[in-house]
């Protein structure tokens, strides 16, 4: 998981153990304010974020570190120079790690490669963001009460919607799978292709017959600038077939919790009823994400 100069790429590879240090860590939460001072952190977005890049920045500033943004529009891409050009350029000017978001789906471990202080991928096009995965079990063990030895045995999570599109999912489904979790996928097929079931989950088109069988019910938004949009055909047949709407929400069993990474379409995947109820750990989530970038920021700068 961890290569060894430190990057954090993918959860493809999931080590179990690193992965339960970070989340111990992060449950804890207790660290000194000055714990990464001098420190230097790049947090380079070339696609946009809310979440993810406010909550490394203060991840990063909270241990006392020093963290710099640089997003596409304003920076020198605009006049041609290259993806590693700036990135080289970032680097030279002395830097302990780099956090980059890019859309296409290979350029956080391409670059990652060619550098020499360690990358933090927050968000690869569709294929991984391995802290929004960490930072959702946080929550998730949080919720269950598996906070001793972080194992998801029995516990059963839908992934639910633009599984193709999603990152998050992609990342949630390695994780999640290796902590031991049945992890079922809910969604049409043009969303949900058969091949998922290589990662080792299950795939079930019909929502209905799942949401009463779940612990957790993790909604994704339809990523319409994807192209989602062809994916869903309709969008009142997607509302119908996959919305996570009130009636719904109602069959949930009585402990199981509602998800979703954001931004939400509320209306669209989720009734913004449903995403403000009792039920909901959505913001929860977003306290977890700076809880676990802090300690994935901290592991890095202390090698
Ligand atoms: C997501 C992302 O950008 O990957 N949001 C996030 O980081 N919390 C999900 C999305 O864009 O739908």
Known sequence: MWTAKGDLIS??????????????EAHKDSYSSSAC?????????????????????LAARSLGAMSIDLVESGSSMSKGESLLDTVWTIESMGFD????????????????????????NAGSGTMQHPTQALGDALVIGEAFGRTDGWDFGSLRI????????????????DLLVAMGAEVVLVGPEAMV????????????????????????????????ERG??????????????????????KRM????????????????????????????????????GVRVRRAVLRYILDK
Do not use: W
């Open 37 to 57: 001072a001098g420190k230097r952190v790049a947090n380079l977005f070339f696609e946009d974020s809310t979440r993810t890049r406010v909550s490394f920045a």
């Open 253 to 288: 069993g009585a402990d199981a919790i509602v998800m979703h990474p954001g931004p939400m379409n509320r209306g669209v995947e989720i009734d913004g009823r449903v995403a403000d109820s009792g039920r909901s750990r959505i913001r929860a989530q977003v306290g977890g």
């Open 228 to 249: 989602a949009g062809a994916l869903i055909g309709s969008r009142e047949a997607y509302i119908r077939g996959y919305q996570l709407d009130q009636p719904r929400a």
């Open 158 to 173: 839908a992934i639910v919607g633009d599984v193709v599109s999603s990152r998050v999912a992609g990342s949630n489904i």
């Open 193 to 224: 292709p058969e091949s998922f079931t290589a990662r080792g989950c299950v795939i079930e088109r019909d929502f209905d017959s799942v949401i009463d069988q779940v612990d957790v019910v993790m909604m994704l938004r339809v990523q319409f």
């Open 97 to 120: 790690a780099i956090v980059m978001r890019h859309t296409d789906d290979d350029a956080a471990r391409e670059i990652a490669g060619k550098i020499e202080c360690p990358l933090v």
């Open 11 to 24: 959860m493809e590879n999931a080590d179990l153990g690193a992965v339960r240090a970070l989340l111990r």
